[in-house]
C-alpha cells in the first residue's frame, strides 16, 4: 500500500549535516521509505496524500539509555550523588515491581509519554523481576514502540529487597528469554546492572548466553569517580573499567555503554575497536554529579555516540530536551575543560536520532529502505516571528516545542500519535 | 472581604528552609494574607473555602531578568557566544519592536505564558521603543502582573536600525516616564543596556535622572569575558567592571545587575554593600557561553541573589525550569570549579521565589500583610508514586510540572489563571 506525507521534511543524514526538503513528499510503500522528493513523481499523482501543510516532518528519536521502573521518581532525590541516590531512590522504587498491578500502571503511563514525546525506539533497562520486564515489553509493544529491553541482573551489592543469588538471576533470565517471543519489535538485551551489581560468576555466564544466543548487551560504564575507583577495587587485574566486560566475554559489538563521562583515549578506542556504542546522558551525569562527558572529542575520533533521558538520573524524558542538554553540556565542556567545539543544535539532532536509530539497523537520515520513524511538529503555536528558515525552525522546536507540537508520530511504518 | 484557600502550603520563608502546612488554610482579607494555620480558626468556620484538595499552594515565582522583545526568538542562535549573539540575533530581533502591531502580539503571548507557567512578578528590559515598551506595560497589567519595566538606553554600538542618539535617549526616556502614571502594579526601571550601550554622557544623565526621580535601575554585569574586556577598553579607569556604573550614580539601593558570572570578591562586596540583586540566569550563561556563576559563594557572603529566565539568552521562560537550571548549574560549579555545596531543590525554589518578591517589599514566604503571589499545582497527573512526603512532591514539581499541572495563579491577592 502506499501512503504518502507532505510537509517540511528535515533530517540528519550525517553529523552536523542537515538536509531540507521544503514542501517535500515521503512517500511509502507498506510503510517503507521508498522514495523523498521534493516535487510527486507522475505515478503517484492519482495517491492520496496525507498533507501536514507548513508543520515541520523529522526524525523521530531513539532513547537508548533509560531505566523504565524509575519512571515513577523522575525529578526525586536530585540533591545526592551516584551511589548514595542509588541506596537511597533508584533501588528502593525499583523493589516496588514485584507488584505486576504496579508496574502495569506505571508502564502503560511510561510507554504513552515516550509516545508523546516522539520516541520511538528505545534501549533501556527493566528491573531484576521477570514479570514485570515482560509486562514492560508487552506495553511498549502495545504502544507501537521499537526497542531493546533488558530485565537486570544483580547478584551484589543490592538491597535485601533488591536482589537476586546468582542462581535466581541465572535461572529467572532463561525463564525472560522462553518469554520474549512473543514479541514482534520489542527484543531483549542483557542487561548486568554495573560491575558492582554482578559476580564473577554472573558475569561470566552473561558473556557465555550472550554468544550461545547472539543478544546484545547494555550496561553502564566510567560514569563517576567513586564507582570507577570500586571497580578498581573489585578487579585489580583490569587497567580500565571497560576490561571488568571485556574479560567475561560482555564486549562484543553492539554493546552499549551508558556514560562513560570518565572514559580515556584507551577506554574510547576499545569501543571503537569492538563497535561499542556510548550513551551520552547529558542531564543525567549532571544531577548526580557526575561530570562532563568528552563528546566532541569521541565523535572526532570516529566513536559511536547516542543521546539517552536515563530517567530518573535524568530528569527529562523528552529527546528535544535532552538534544538540547547535550547542546548545553558541549558549551561547558568547551569552556571549562577542553576548548573542544561545541555540539551545534544539528550535531545534537543527528544523535539524538540517525546515531541512535543505527543500533537498529536503520540508514542515515530518512533513507530509502527503512520504515517510516518520524514525527510531524505544527509549530505555528510557538511562532512569533515569521518567515524563518528551516534550520532555526528546528533548533526553536528542539528548544521550545512539547508533547503538544508532536503532533503525529510513526514508528516503524506505522501511525502511532 | 475574606477569602479562605486550602490546600498543602509550602512555603521558603529562608534559604533552603521549607514550611509545609498540609491541609492547611491561607487566610485572605482584601487579598492579604491575614494568617496561616493548620486548621480553620473559630471565627472563620462559616467562610467559604476555595478547597484545592490535595493539590499543592506554593509561592508564584518572581523573573527577575528577561528581555521582552526577545520572546519571539527563544530557542534559536544559541550556537555563538554574546557579543556575535547580540549583533545577529538580539539586535535585528528587537528593532522590529518599531512596530506596535507586532509589539502587541507578541507582548499579548508573552504575558499570557508567563501568567500560564505561574511567574507574577518581572523585572524586564524592553527594547529602546517607547511606545512598544507601553504596550508592553499594558499587555503586562492587563494580564494582572507586577512589575519593573524599562525602556532600553542604548546611544552607541547598536546597529543601524537599534540605536538613538544621546538626545534622543533622553527626550523618549522622558516622554516614557511621563506616560508610565497610566499604570497601577507596573512601574519604569532606568535601563542602560549595558556599559559598552551607553555614552559617558547618557550613563551620566540616567544616574542624575534616577536619583532625581527616584527611580531604581537595573543592566548587565560581568557576564562574559570579551564583555569584561571591552568595558575596561571604554573605562580605563575603572579597575572593575561595576564602578563603569557606580561613577555615574547606577549603583545603588535596588539596583538590578543580571548574571555576574565573573564577579571577584571586590565586586560582590560592592553589591553588598549597595544593596544591589544579582540575578543569576543559569541556562543563558550557559547557551551563550558565559560560564557558571559562584551563586553558592555569593550566598554565603550574603549576598542578595535572585533567578531569571534571561530569555532569550535563556532558553526556559518556565521559572520551574530556570530553578532546576540554577541546581544543575550549582552542581557543575561544585564539581569542576570550586567545590562549593550545591543547591538544593530548597534553595532553588528560594531563589525563585522569595528572594525576587523580597525586591517589590514582600516578606518572607507566604507573609502576612503581603498581597498573595502563589500558584496552585495539581501534581496528581505527575504521581506514580504515591505516598510522597511534601519536600519530595515540591521537588518533582519543581523538575516535572508544566503549566497545564498550574492550575490556578493568584497574583496581588487576585486569582489571574
Not at 543524514?13 to 521508498?34: F, N
Not at 496524500?49 to 524509575?70: E, K, R
Not at 509486562?135 to 509493544?141: A, F, R
Request: glycine share 8%; net charge negative.
Amino acid at each position: 500500500m502506499t501512503t504518502i506525507l507532505r510537509g517540511n521534511l528535515i533530517h540528519a543524514p550525517a553529523l552536523g549535516q542537515l538536509e531540507c526538503l521544503p514542501g517535500g513528499y515521503l512517500i511509502l510503500e507498506d510503510g517503507v521509505i521508498a522514495a523523498l522528493c521534493s516535487r510527486l513523481p507522475e505515478q503517484y499523482q492519482n495517491s492520496p496524500v496525507i498533507d501536514y501543510g507548513d508543520a515541520l516532518i523529522l526524525q523521530s528519536f531513539a532513547d537508548c539509555h533509560l531505566h523504565a521502573p524509575q519512571y515513577p521518581m523522575v525529578g526525586t532525590g536530585m540533591d545526592v550523588t551516584l551511589l548514595d541516590w542509588l541506596q537511597k531512590y533508584a533501588f528502593p522504587t525499583e523493589s516496588r515491581f514485584v507488584d505486576g498491578a504496579y508496574a502495569r500502571q506505571v508502564y502503560h503511563a511510561l510507554a504513552r509519554e515516550l509516545v508523546d514525546n516522539g520516541t520511538t525506539r528505545v534501549i533501556m533497562f527493566s528491573s531484576l523481576h521477570t514479570d514485570a520486564t515482560l509486562i514492560l515489553m508487552d506495553e511498549l509493544e502495545q504502544a507501537g514502540l521499537w526497542g531493546y529491553v533488558g530485565k537486570v541482573n544483580m547478584d551484589r551489592n543490592g538491597t535485601p529487597q533488591l536482589q537476586e543469588t546468582t542462581e535466581e538471576s541465572q535461572r529467572e533470565t532463561l525463564r525472560w528469554l522462553d518469554a520474549c517471543g512473543q514479541f514482534h519489535h520489542i527484543k531483549p538485551i542483557l542487561t548486568p546492572r554495573f560491575t558492582p551489581s554482578c559476580t564473577d560468576a554472573l558475569m561470566a555466564w552473561l558473556g557465555r548466553t550472550a554468544a550461545e544466543r547472539g543478544l546484545y548487551i547494555q550496561s553502564h560504564l566510567s560514569e563517576n569517580d567513586r564507582e570507577i575507583a570500586w571497580v578498581r577495587e573489585l578487579h585489580p587485574d583490569c587497567q580500565r573499567y571497560w576490561e571488568s566486560y571485556a574479560k567475561y566475554g560482555l564486549w562484543a559489538d553492539h554493546t552499549v555503554m551508558a556514560h562513560c563521562v570518565h572514559s580515556d583515549a584507551q577506554e574510547r578506542l576499545a569501543m571503537r575497536e569492538a563497535n561499542v556504542l556510548c550513551v551520552h546522558c547529558p542531564d543525567s551525569n549532571i544531577n548526580v554529579r557526575s561530570g562532563l562527558a568528552p563528546v566532541r572529542t569521541m565523535l572526532n575520533e570516529g566513536n559511536w555516540v547516542a543521546l539517552g533521558s536515563d530517567i530518573a538520573g535524568g530528569d527529562h524524558l523528552h529527546m528535544m530536551d535532552v538534544i538540547t542538554a547535550a547542546v548545553r553540556t558541549s558549551k561547558l565542556r568547551s569552556l571549562l575543560i577542553d576548548g573542544s567545539e561545541p555540539l551545534t543544535a544539528a550535531d545534537g539532532y543527528y544523535l539524538g536520532t540517525t546515531a541512535g536509530h543505527r543500533y537498529f539497523g536503520a540508514g542515515a537520515g530518512f533513507a530509502v529502505g527503512d520504515a517510516l520513524h518520524a514525527i510531524v511538529v505544527d509549530d505555528s503555536g510557538i511562532d512569533t516571528m515569521g518567515n524563518m528558515n528551516f534550520t532555526d525552525r528546528l533548533e526553536r522546536a528542539l528548544y521550545r516545542a512539547k508533547s503538544e507540537q508532536i503532533v503525529a508520530v510513526w514508528a516503524g511504518g506505522k501511525q502511532i500519535k
